[in-house]
Each structure stands twice: as structure tokens, then as C-alpha cells.
């Protein structure tokens, strides 16, 4: 046999795509001897399918399947993992039932099995002659023998590329998984609360009207906003956030609305406005409580008419998008104080949600951290850490003042922390093995005056904490831990709380020996707060 065969099949090697290689394939066998049609087929769980058919009425081929129960030539070859020659009129193996429909019968069929590379059998390929002689193949042994060994290597090349394929095909979902989990989070929870928040959100999201979304600080406003924006008409639109405390006054206006060249000094070039980029999606305006009052009056105009006038232009642009909002502020007192525009509040609330703190859906707590440590597992390569029934019952119990945010850092300080396999008590930082959490006692770290004149009898208040065998200090640290993690671990929030100077509060800290936890430090950055 000529060298120009087997340079045919070994440029098979170079073909990575296993449709096009099968094809060829049998392209090339055809060739070989010489006949008008040939498929080949592969056994998928108890039947044989035709995954490839060239020749004469190849189209009612391609694609059919016979069940291992039903004797056939393919199954046969499959089964024993030997060639044959049949001539279909005389063998009772062949599926005579199964040309009944093609016009152009089979006269001569011979049939190869096909390798993997541990002499597993996975299909076949057949090459048949219609015509009427049946002398078309070339049946000599030796002719056949060179066949049996091109169809070996093209059956390897075969088998390759359909396992580089579906390693491929394999590596690319992964890699989907893992930019899905590392760039997106998701909703999770059981309780009624969190259901009944979750058909808000489907029935909100079928709608184009503004959404307010409240509740305090780590509760996920912004992980629902962006789930009533994807599961809305205007999902595949941009998702634009900005949040309104973040920035100047100033700053905050030129970035919604955009600028012209030479609207203010620093002004070189045109900018587009958040609400124009976001055109035909949502805007997200988190902590909305503190936008000023000077641009609420914009805002109100932007959700009344639809459009938007940047800073230096004369004329004003149409826009189309859905305004979502969020503020963990109350914002209704706000109103009533003077501090927001009643209008702008109506028009944002049109359809409300409040989202429930952490300690109020309390049974969620196992399923938020089974997401966020096999979450953080993933992301960082650690295996995932299991807990005891004593650690669990120091997490249920424990009042979360920071939400959901504070519970995905803690997850993230314990899968890096601790070393065992089981997370114990031990494990967890002081705040969440304490029996009792203490209630606000205001000022209690005030001096007390020695003018009698503003001496006021001291009267003993229920705070949730036995004082029989408790010293001042320990008083002090329970208290000063209070403020903390009800402020995230700000000094100044939580000093202004207690009443006195931020230095102040620092130095009790330093002699109580309060240090910031480790879990806490980046929580500003969690994607799973508002």
C-alpha cells in the first residue's frame, strides 16, 4: 500500500475538533475502498447511535439508534471487538428492520471496531457497498490488515480528541463556576421571613416601578437589588451602583448627571452620567438617607420625567431606566425632620421591602455559612471546616449586629484561623462565647460630677447581665465590645455613642486589652452587605 494513506491518517493527530476529525475519517476510508457509504457509531449506555454518516442517504443515518437487544452488524463488532465481513441478504446479525426506509440497500458491509488506548471497545465504523456486484471492497487479507491499522490510529485520534473535548468542555464549565462564585453571590435562606422577602422580590421584578429597599447595615440590600434586576425585563441592560454617602455633594452630582467640557474648573472633556450610561437598565442608589437635600430635588425630577440635564448643558436628555434604592437609615424620621424630601420618598417607595436582621431569621444561620465557607473554599483553595454542635449553638445564640456581612467575615477569619478540621468554641473570638450579651447602658463611661447640684441618684438597671461576681472592668469591656460591634468596629461612632472623646475611648480599649478582631478587617469590602 502506498505511504499516502497513512500520511492521510496521521495528519488526524493534528485535528483537535471531534466532529470534523470523525468525519474525515471516514472521509478518507470511503476513499480506501472504494465504496458510496459509511458511518460510524458509538455505544451510549444499552444502545448504539450513529454519531457520523457520509454516502448515499447518509441523512436518514446520521443520528439513529439501535438497542443492544436487537441484533445488528455494529453490535456484533462492538461486543466482540472483531472486524467482519457480512453480506446483509444471508446474515441473520444484520437489522434488516432498520433499512427498511432508505431506497438503496446494503450489499456488502464490513465493519472495524474502534480502540481506546486500553483496548477498550467504545464504537465502530462501517463501510458498506451498495452496488449491485458487491465487488467494490477490496477484501483481500492483506489489503484488510493495512485497513485494520489505519483505522487503529485513526480510531486513537478518534478517541483523543473526543477526550481533549470533553476536558475542555469540562475546564470551561469549571472556570464559568469559579468566575460565577468568585464574582457573584447569591441569595440564601429558608426561614418565612426570608422567603417572604424573596416573593417580594420575583413580584417586584416583573415590574418597572422604583423599589426602596431598608434594613440595617449587612443585611444584603445591594445583593437584592441586583437579583430583582437580574431576574427583570431589563437584565441583560447595565447594572450601574453608586453609593450616595461616599462622596462629596459635588462630586456625587457631576457622577449621576454627568458634565460638559467647561462646566467647572478641571471640566476637559465631556463625561456621561451614571444615569446615561445605565440607559435601558437600573441604577442602584445605595444609602440614598444621606444624599443631600440640594440634589434630591434632581433625583425627584429624573424619576417624574424621565430625564436628565448635565452640568453645563442647555438641554435636557431622555433617559430610560428603573431607579432601585437603599438606605438603612429610617428614613420616614427623616422626613419628618426635615432632613429628606417627603416627594422624593413617595416616589422611591412605591414598592417597598425590609429586609430582616440576621438574629431574626435565625434558622438561616447554618445555610449562610455552609454557602460562604464552601464559597470562600473554593476562592482560596482551603479545604472546608466543619463545626461542632457547641460551636453552632454559640453562633445561634449570638445577636449578629452585623448582619450577614459580619457572619461571611467571620467564616472567611475561620477557614484561614483555624487549623483542625472542626471549629470549636475556642476557635471563635471572645464576643460570641460570652453567656450574656449586655444591652446599651448609655454613658457609662461618663465622670461622674461632684457638683451636688447635678448629682442625681443612681438607679440600678435591667441590662440583661448578672453583677453578683462581675468587676467594673469586665463591666467596661462587655460594654465597650457592645459599641463596637454595633458600630462594625468604628472608635469614633462608637465613642460618640458612649459619650465621651474618641482618645478616650481608645485608651480604655488599650487597658481592657480590646483589640480589633482579624475577621473584621476589609468587612467594608464584603459583596454580601447592602
Same mark, same amino acid.
Request: glycine residues 6%; neutral net charge; aromatic residues 8%.
Given at each position: 500500500?502506498?505511504?499516502?494513506?497513512?500520511?492521510?491518517?496521521?495528519?488526524?493527530?493534528?485535528?483537535?475538533?471531534?466532529?470534523?476529525?470523525?468525519?474525515?475519517?471516514?472521509?478518507?476510508? +470511503?476513499?480506501?475502498?472504494?465504496?458510496?457509504?459509511?458511518?460510524?457509531?458509538?455505544?451510549?449506555?444499552?444502545?448504539?447511535?450513529?454519531?457520523?454518516?457520509?454516502?448515499?442517504?447518509?441523512?436518514?443515518?446520521?443520528?439513529?439508534?439501535? %438497542?443492544?437487544?436487537?441484533?445488528?452488524?455494529?453490535?456484533?463488532?462492538?461486543?466482540?471487538?472483531?472486524? !467482519?465481513?457480512?453480506?446483509? /441478504?444471508?446474515?441473520?446479525?444484520?437489522?434488516?428492520?432498520?433499512?427498511?426506509?432508505?431506497?438503496?440497500?446494503?450489499?456488502?458491509? +464490513?465493519?472495524?471496531? @474502534?480502540?481506546?488506548?486500553?483496548?477498550?471497545?467504545?464504537? &465502530?465504523?462501517?463501510?458498506?457497498?451498495?452496488?449491485?456486484?458487491?465487488?467494490?471492497?477490496? @477484501?483481500?487479507?492483506?489489503?484488510?490488515? %493495512?485497513?485494520?491499522?489505519?483505522?487503529?490510529?485513526?480510531?486513537?485520534? @478518534?478517541?483523543?480528541?473526543?477526550?481533549?473535548?470533553?476536558?475542555?468542555?469540562?475546564?470551561?464549565?469549571?472556570?464559568?463556576?469559579?468566575?460565577?462564585?468568585?464574582?457573584?453571590?447569591?441569595?440564601?435562606?429558608?426561614?418565612?421571613?426570608?422567603?417572604?422577602?424573596?416573593?417580594?422580590?420575583?413580584?417586584?421584578?416583573?415590574?418597572?416601578?422604583?423599589?426602596?429597599?431598608?434594613?440595617?447595615?449587612? !443585611?444584603?440590600?445591594?445583593?437584592?437589588?441586583?437579583?430583582?434586576?437580574?431576574?427583570? /425585563?431589563?437584565?441583560?441592560?447595565?447594572?450601574?451602583?453608586?453609593?450616595?454617602?461616599?462622596?462629596?455633594?459635588?462630586?456625587?452630582?457631576?457622577?449621576?448627571?454627568?458634565?460638559?467640557?467647561?462646566?467647572?474648573?478641571?471640566?476637559?472633556?465631556?463625561?456621561?452620567? +451614571?444615569?446615561?450610561?445605565?440607559?435601558?437598565?437600573?441604577?442602584?442608589?445605595?444609602?440614598?438617607?444621606?444624599?443631600?437635600?440640594?440634589?434630591?430635588?434632581?433625583?425627584?425630577?429624573?424619576?417624574?420625567?424621565?430625564?436628565?440635564?448635565?452640568?453645563?448643558?442647555?438641554?435636557?436628555?431622555?433617559?430610560?431606566?428603573?431607579?432601585?434604592?437603599?438606605?438603612?437609615?429610617?428614613?420616614?424620621?427623616?422626613?419628618?425632620?426635615?432632613?429628606?424630601?417627603?416627594?422624593?420618598?413617595?416616589?422611591?417607595?412605591?414598592?417597598?421591602?425590609?429586609?430582616?436582621?440576621?438574629?431574626?431569621?435565625?434558622?438561616?444561620?447554618?445555610?449562610?455559612?455552609?454557602?460562604?465557607?464552601?464559597?470562600?473554599?473554593?476562592?482560596?483553595?482551603?479545604?472546608?471546616?466543619?463545626?461542632?454542635?457547641?460551636?453552632?449553638?454559640?453562633?445561634?445564640?449570638?445577636?449578629?449586629?452585623?448582619?450577614?456581612?459580619?457572619?461571611?467575615?467571620?467564616?472567611?477569619?475561620?477557614?484561614?484561623?483555624?487549623?483542625?478540621?472542626?471549629? #470549636?468554641?475556642?476557635?471563635?473570638?471572645?464576643?460570641? #462565647?460570652?453567656?450574656?450579651?449586655?444591652?446599651?447602658?448609655?454613658?457609662?463611661?461618663?465622670?461622674?460630677?461632684?457638683? &451636688?447640684?447635678?448629682?442625681?441618684?443612681?438607679?440600678?438597671?435591667?441590662?440583661?447581665?448578672?453583677?453578683?461576681?462581675?468587676?467594673?472592668?469586665?463591666?467596661?469591656?462587655?460594654?465597650?465590645?457592645?459599641?463596637?460591634?454595633?458600630? %462594625?468596629? /468604628?472608635?469614633?461612632?462608637?465613642?460618640?455613642?458612649?459619650?465621651?472623646?474618641?482618645?478616650?475611648? &481608645?485608651?480604655?480599649?488599650?487597658?481592657?486589652?480590646?483589640?480589633?478582631?482579624?475577621?473584621?478587617?476589609?468587612?467594608?469590602?464584603?459583596?454580601?452587605?447592602?
Amino acid at each position: 500500500m502506498e505511504n499516502e494513506p497513512f500520511k492521510l491518517f496521521k495528519s488526524f493527530s493534528e485535528e483537535l475538533d471531534p466532529g470534523e476529525l470523525q468525519r474525515k475519517f471516514l472521509i478518507a476510508l +470511503l476513499k480506501l475502498q472504494n465504496v458510496e457509504r459509511g458511518s460510524i457509531w458509538i455505544k451510549k449506555e444499552n444502545k448504539y447511535r450513529c454519531v457520523e454518516a457520509v454516502g448515499l442517504q447518509c441523512e436518514n443515518i446520521l443520528g439513529a439508534e439501535i %438497542h443492544e437487544e436487537q441484533q445488528s452488524i455494529v453490535g456484533w463488532v462492538i461486543e466482540n471487538g472483531k472486524m !467482519t465481513v457480512s453480506n446483509p /441478504n444471508q446474515d441473520p446479525r444484520h437489522y434488516k428492520e432498520f433499512e427498511e426506509h432508505l431506497s438503496v440497500k446494503s450489499r456488502l458491509i +464490513l465493519c472495524f471496531p @474502534l480502540f481506546l488506548r486500553n483496548n477498550t471497545v467504545y464504537g &465502530a465504523v462501517q463501510l458498506i457497498d451498495t452496488s449491485p456486484e458487491k465487488d467494490r471492497i477490496n @477484501l483481500d487479507a492483506g489489503y484488510l490488515g %493495512h485497513i485494520q491499522d489505519l483505522v487503529n490510529i485513526g480510531s486513537l485520534a @478518534l478517541s483523543n480528541a473526543i477526550l481533549l473535548n470533553k476536558q475542555m468542555e469540562e475546564t470551561q464549565a469549571l472556570k464559568s463556576t469559579l468566575e460565577e462564585i468568585r464574582g457573584n453571590e447569591s441569595l440564601v435562606g429558608h426561614s418565612p421571613c426570608f422567603q417572604s422577602c424573596m416573593e417580594m422580590i420575583r413580584s417586584y421584578a416583573r415590574t418597572e416601578y422604583p423599589v426602596l429597599i431598608t434594613g440595617e447595615s449587612g !443585611t444584603g440590600k445591594e445583593l437584592v437589588s441586583r437579583e430583582i434586576h437580574r431576574l427583570s /425585563n431589563r437584565n441583560g441592560q447595565p447594572f450601574l451602583v453608586q453609593n450616595c454617602s461616599a462622596i462629596p455633594e459635588n462630586l456625587l452630582e457631576s457622577e449621576l448627571f454627568g458634565y460638559k467640557k467647561g462646566a467647572f474648573s478641571g471640566a476637559v472633556k465631556d463625561k456621561i452620567g +451614571l444615569f446615561e450610561a445605565a440607559e435601558g437598565g437600573t441604577v442602584f442608589l445605595d444609602e440614598i438617607g444621606d444624599m443631600p437635600m440640594n440634589l434630591q430635588a434632581r433625583i425627584l425630577r429624573v424619576i417624574q420625567n424621565s430625564e436628565i440635564k448635565p452640568l453645563g448643558e442647555t438641554h435636557v436628555k431622555k433617559i430610560d431606566i428603573r431607579i432601585i434604592s437603599a438606605t438603612n437609615k429610617n428614613i420616614e424620621k427623616l422626613v419628618d425632620i426635615g432632613e429628606f424630601r417627603e416627594d422624593l420618598f413617595y416616589r422611591l417607595s412605591v414598592l417597598p421591602i425590609d429586609l430582616p436582621p440576621l438574629r431574626e431569621r435565625q434558622e438561616d444561620i447554618p445555610f449562610l455559612m455552609n454557602h460562604f465557607m464552601n464559597r470562600e473554599s473554593i476562592k482560596t483553595n482551603i479545604p472546608a471546616k466543619k463545626r461542632t454542635m457547641e460551636t453552632m449553638r454559640c453562633l445561634m445564640t449570638y445577636p449578629w449586629p452585623g448582619n450577614i456581612r459580619e457572619l461571611e467575615n467571620l467564616v472567611r477569619y475561620l477557614l484561614v484561623a483555624t487549623e483542625n478540621d472542626y471549629i #470549636t468554641p475556642q476557635d471563635l473570638p471572645i464576643q460570641f #462565647t460570652s453567656q450574656r450579651q449586655p444591652r446599651v447602658v448609655k454613658n457609662l463611661f461618663s465622670s461622674v460630677k461632684n457638683d &451636688a447640684s447635678h448629682s442625681q441618684p443612681i438607679e440600678c438597671i435591667k441590662v440583661g447581665m448578672d453583677f453578683g461576681n462581675v468587676t467594673w472592668d469586665e463591666v467596661e469591656q462587655r460594654y465597650a465590645l457592645y459599641l463596637l460591634q454595633k458600630h %462594625h468596629w /468604628n472608635v469614633t461612632w462608637a465613642a460618640r455613642d458612649a459619650g465621651i472623646n474618641r482618645s478616650t475611648f &481608645a485608651s480604655r480599649m488599650k487597658r481592657l486589652g480590646i483589640h480589633k478582631p482579624v475577621y473584621q478587617q476589609g468587612m467594608h469590602l464584603s459583596a454580601v452587605g447592602e
